[in-house]
């Protein structure tokens, strides 16, 4: 797993191989795995492969003109009805999110997480594009696909990060 974790990447560039449906259902539930507040499980998943709505979802933000390459994306969304505690489903959704990420590294898919919330806009355009009601929120946006770019191991370890029992100056 550190291996999965080590190398995990941002990638932006997807060559045409389409991404298998055992590889995105195995993806969603290693997210449906995550920790959550009071094991309240807020998320739900808009699972985008059409050209036409990527394309859409490619303007939702300044940084998501990519998403128009991939071969599918995963969009992230909260259920307000699953949402127990204030401003916790955050943290579930972030939780999530990462375990998304981790298993595409895992099946050898290069991927990308793009953050929707708390950009009202971008919230307001993820929205309009998939047609979502009021009670979900979109959160993440995760583009997914083959690439002939690498997840490589970039060693971001710094001792100094780290302190034992008090804040060390």
Request: proline share 4%.
């Amino acid at each position: 797993m550190l291996e999965v974790i080590k190398n995990r990447r941002s990638i932006r560039t997807y060559i045409e191989k389409q991404v298998e449906e055992e590889k995105i259902i195995e993806i969603l539930k290693a997210g449906m795995q995550a920790p959550s507040s009071k094991n309240s499980s807020p998320w739900e998943f808009v699972v985008v492969d059409d050209k036409n709505l990527l394309e859409k979802l490619s303007h939702a933000h300044h940084k998501a003109n990519h998403i128009k390459d991939a071969n599918v994306c995963i969009v992230v969304v909260g259920n307000k009805d699953r949402f127990l505690k204030p401003d916790k489903w955050i943290q579930d959704l972030g939780a999530c999110t990462e375990n998304l990420l981790l298993e595409c590294t895992n099946q050898n898919l290069a991927s990308c997480w793009v953050g929707v919330y708390p950009k009202q806009k971008v919230i307001d355009k993820v929205r309009d594009a998939l047609n979502l009601p009021d009670k979900l929120v979109p959160y993440a946006i995760i583009s997914i696909g083959y690439s002939e770019e690498k997840n490589t191991f970039v060693d971001k370890f710094d001792k100094n990060k780290i302190h034992r029992n008090s804040f060390d100056k």
